[in-house]
């Protein structure tokens, strides 16, 4: 099968040789932001008009993870219990199988009032529970492409999900979930202008940020040019809502381990990003609405890909 291809990405045609190799990019590092103590000021009265029995502002300690929900937790009590510090629940919730899962482990859980979980994480998203965790490793983005036992799909192909723009945190979840469903060696995003991995993310990822490899660079489009120079070179795919080659024909024949782009919520992908890719695709549509939401895209791309 041939593959037009389209954007930035290498030249015209749908050859496979080995592409031109220039010096690859520097090192691109995930950086931990330094924990900081927010300044607390204590007022000399209360504000005029203020209400002091309304919930205090939600929030997690600097450097604390929230992991929020059951089934969040329970994949985090399968994955990597000695990274929770607190197990949070809340009083008269049974939890009988999760409780059972933590003994097994040697996490002891904590019995708390609904307030406080509120407090923690906001209205809604413990939904009884709650795990205060040391966060997931942020993968240097070098490192997860050069790593070889990565995941693989069913294909034997290596994928990686890079978000552009994506900044709804429960969209990121979304999309992290469907990378680990499918078998995806990683998820990677800007740090600036995007979702950060909030509660609501992990919550919304049913537990995959406990297991899929998470990387964040300054530059994503530096972050895919480096890609494209390696050792062993990833195939750039971005997608497009119009004029990319059909998914579903692309899917036939992929053409080896490919860093899969989706844009953001509103605009797509960024005029950049899209030109450093191999190929454009697009997905077929049998109604009239004009797009899909970014972690619907996702879910579509990953299950034809795989």
Same mark, same amino acid.
């Given at each position: 099968m041939s593959h037009s291809k389209r954007g930035g990405g290498g030249g015209g045609g749908g050859s496979r040789g080995p592409r031109a190799r220039g010096k690859p990019a520097g090192r691109i590092e995930a950086k931990r932001p330094e924990a900081k103590r927010p300044e607390v000021r204590a007022s000399k009265s209360p504000a005029r008009g203020r209400d002091d029995s309304a919930p205090r502002r939600p929030g997690l300690?600097?450097?604390?993870?929230?992991? &929020? #929900?059951?089934?969040?937790? /329970?994949?985090?009590?399968?994955? $990597? *219990? !000695? @990274?929770?510090?607190?197990?949070?629940?809340?009083?008269?919730?049974?939890?009988?199988?999760?409780?059972?899962?933590?003994?097994?482990?040697?996490?002891?859980?904590?019995?708390?009032?609904?307030?406080?979980?509120?407090?923690?994480?906001? &209205? #809604?998203?413990?939904?009884? /529970?709650?795990?205060?965790?040391? $966060? *997931? !490793? @942020?993968?240097?983005?070098?490192?997860?492409?050069?790593?070889?036992?990565?995941?693989?799909?069913?294909?034997?192909?290596?994928?990686?999900?890079?978000?552009?723009?994506?900044?709804?945190?429960?969209?990121?979840?979304?999309?992290?979930?469907?990378?680990?469903?499918?078998?995806?060696?990683?998820?990677?995003? $800007?740090?600036? @202008?995007?979702?950060?991995?909030?509660p609501a993310a992990v919550r919304s990822s049913a537990g995959a940020t406990e297991r899929v490899r998470l990387s964040q660079v300054t530059n994503l489009g530096r972050a895919l040019e480096h890609a494209k120079q390696a050792e062993t070179p990833w195939w750039v795919i971005g997608t497009v809502v119009d004029d990319g080659q059909a998914l579903h024909e692309f899917a036939l024949d992929p053409p080896g381990d490919m860093i899969l782009v989706l844009g953001s919520e509103q605009s797509g992908m960024r005029r950049l990003t899209r030109e450093r890719c191999d190929f454009l695709v697009t997905i077929d549509r049998g109604g009239a609405l004009g797009s899909l939401n970014v972690s619907a895209a996702g879910a579509v791309a990953m299950a034809l890909l795989s």
């Open positions: 300690a600097p450097g604390q993870h929230g992991v &929020p #929900g059951e089934r969040a937790v /329970v994949e985090l009590l399968r994955a $990597a *219990p !000695r @990274r929770i510090h607190r197990l949070l629940i809340e009083a008269e919730r049974p939890f009988e199988a999760l409780r059972a899962l933590a003994a097994s482990v040697e996490v002891h859980p904590e019995v708390v009032d609904r307030e406080t979980l509120e407090a923690l994480v906001g &209205p #809604g998203l413990a939904r009884g /529970v709650l795990a205060i965790a040391e $966060a *997931p !490793r @942020r993968w240097i983005f070098e490192d997860l492409i050069e790593r070889t036992d990565a995941p693989r799909t069913r294909r034997g192909h290596r994928v990686i999900v890079a978000l552009d723009g994506v900044v709804d945190p429960h969209n990121l979840g979304a999309v992290i979930r469907s990378v680990e469903f499918f078998g995806g060696a990683g998820v990677v995003w $800007a740090r600036d @202008r995007s979702a950060p991995l909030s």
